[in-house]
């Protein structure tokens, strides 16, 4: 029987609240580019509040009667048993090469061709190009799940770790999304314990967010810390500062310019690549000319979301799974959540505001993948909730969504419906990617022998399953997918793109073309 994963499919926002945008001030430089031009306004306007609540409808590893061929690995913890096999054009990193952890929440590689992992409560895991064995990163060599005092002291002395997504960025560097600290009994968790727990914790609304970390020759790890926040007097309508976002979900580092997008549970923000850190910045935006301090240290713009109302008014937005790059217009970002997807339009209009307003004031930049029954103020009866788990952006301008509960969708680029994706092996799909190199899209399962599935240009689709992967390892749910198209152009020894698939039980997977 499925049960729930806490990862799989998280809250809906049910309370009631009048949520962030609109009425920004000042102005800043656009880093649409690598150059950039154009103003960037600090973010703010409305009032964020409410709270996340809700079960999700995940999986759990089914059981399978065939028979593997390969290395058993226990896993380091008590997991689950993992028998490796042995596949053509696979490669399998697990705990035998380091990778001592059950918990895979997401891999990546860099420009350098380094390999790195979210390994959840585990830490961080990195694969340098050229070794055999794993690094593993925690508390203790610097990574910084939770951020800073308005003093620049951490906010939690006890931090609570869970790495659960990873994007690789310029050689060497990783970025790395954290889940936000449970709360105690009585007390709400991170996206309302600012503004709405009577007694509000920094341990957990400070909670979360992300890293910079970069390998150091030295064999450590140099870490800078994105707190997704806004400071006092950043938002007009919350001039003690907004808290919202804490758990980020996916992360994707834009190659060859400043920008990391981050999809996370209420909505998603920006961050500076090239961020160095600043502890005391206490949310700061460039060009805040709202603020008394008015000076230009923060690291991130926070943040948007395609919110809608429902029945009773409350504000509907959650858990931005979906992140993805356009093909057609630079710098422009898919966003795909619970609710509703929205194209953040950064690089057509030039301007952060003026994206954020193309994305919370347009309905029709609002886009209901799987319709509800009726398009405004649904009450929860009339949803039905697209729970995005994945986008791909496609080079003709439309995207493919990919949903835990629905399967996979082809819209146009204003949000059409082009038709659903078929030959899949199950409509519960929890990762998407593609690969530039031959147009293919491969598509993760939650498991129960499916494995992954990889969708050709002409509409063939090579599955990946209990056959191939042997049953334990296609019992693992696929926590994410992505593409390394770098290795190869430091490698002369790899000749095509490395897909890299994450197991949740313990594996990672990374697929090379014959």
């Not at 999304?177 to 341990?203: F, I, Q, R, V």
């Not at 093909?327 to 970002?333: E, G, M, S």
């Not at 009866?381 to 493919?400: E, T, Y």
Request: hydrophobic share 35%; proline share 6%.
């Amino acid at each position: 029987m499925r049960s729930t994963w806490v990862w799989l499919l998280a809250a809906v926002l049910v309370g009631a609240a009048a949520c962030g945008g609109g009425g920004q001030a000042g102005s800043r430089p656009d880093t649409a580019g690598s150059g950039g031009s154009g103003t960037v306004p600090a973010d703010g306007g409305g009032a964020d509040a409410g709270a996340d609540a809700g079960t999700g409808a995940g999986t759990d590893a089914g059981t399978d009667g065939g028979t593997d061929a390969g290395t058993p690995d226990a896993g380091s913890d008590g997991g689950v048993s993992i028998v490796i096999p042995n596949a053509a054009g696979w490669t399998f990193h697990h705990a035998q090469d380091g990778l001592i952890s059950t918990q895979v929440m997401g891999a990546s590689a860099d420009e350098g061709g380094n390999l790195w992992v979210a390994g959840g409560k585990s830490g961080v895991f990195v694969l340098r190009k050229g070794q055999t064995s794993f690094q593993r990163f925690t508390l203790a060599d610097g990574l910084h799940p939770f951020g800073y005092l308005a003093d620049g002291s951490p906010a939690d002395t006890d931090p609570y770790l869970e790495a659960i997504s990873i994007a690789g960025g310029p050689a060497g560097t990783a970025f790395v999304g954290y889940m936000g600290k449970p709360p105690p009994a009585g007390h709400l968790a991170c996206e309302d314990n600012w503004d709405s727990d009577a007694t509000p914790d920094p341990a957990i609304y400070k909670s979360g967010d992300a890293d910079k970390v970069t390998l150091k020759a030295t064999g450590g790890l140099d870490v800078v810390h994105f707190d997704i926040f806004s400071g006092p007097f950043v938002v007009p309508a919350e001039l003690r500062g907004r808290e919202k976002l804490c758990n980020v979900f996916r992360i994707v580092y834009e190659h060859g310019t400043r920008n990391v997008w981050f999809g996370a549970n209420h909505g998603f923000a920006w961050g500076h690549a090239d961020f160095a850190g600043d502890p005391t910045c206490d949310g700061e935006y460039p060009g805040n000319v709202n603020s008394p301090l008015h000076v230009n240290c923060a690291g991130v713009w926070e943040h948007v979301h395609p919110a809608i109302s429902g029945s009773l008014g409350e504000v509907l937005t959650g858990d931005y799974y979906g992140v993805a790059l356009d093909l057609v217009q630079p710098h422009d970002v898919w966003f795909g959540g619970i609710i509703r997807t929205t194209r953040f339009k950064f690089g057509e209009l030039g301007d952060y505001y003026l994206a954020e307003t193309a994305t919370e004031n347009d309905a029709s930049n609002k886009i209901d993948v799987w319709p509800d029954q009726v398009p405004d103020n649904p009450s929860r009866g009339q949803r039905k909730d697209d729970v995005v788990s994945g986008i791909v952006a496609l080079p003709d301008g439309s995207i493919l969504v990919g949903s835990f509960a629905w399967g996979v969708r082809h819209l146009s680029r204003s949000g059409a419906l082009i038709g659903d994706v078929g030959g899949l092996q199950d409509p519960h799909v929890t990762a998407l990617a593609r690969d530039p190199e031959d147009g293919s899209v491969w598509v993760g399962y939650t498991g129960f022998g499916f494995g992954v599935s990889q969708i050709m240009p002409d509409g063939t689709v090579r599955h990946y399953n209990s056959q191939t992967l042997g049953s334990s390892l296609s019992n693992s749910a696929v926590t994410d997918i992505q593409v390394d198209t770098f290795t190869r152009t430091v490698d002369p020894s790899v000749k095509h793109d490395r897909v890299i698939v994450s197991f949740r039980d313990g594996v990672v997977g990374v697929f090379t073309a014959p």
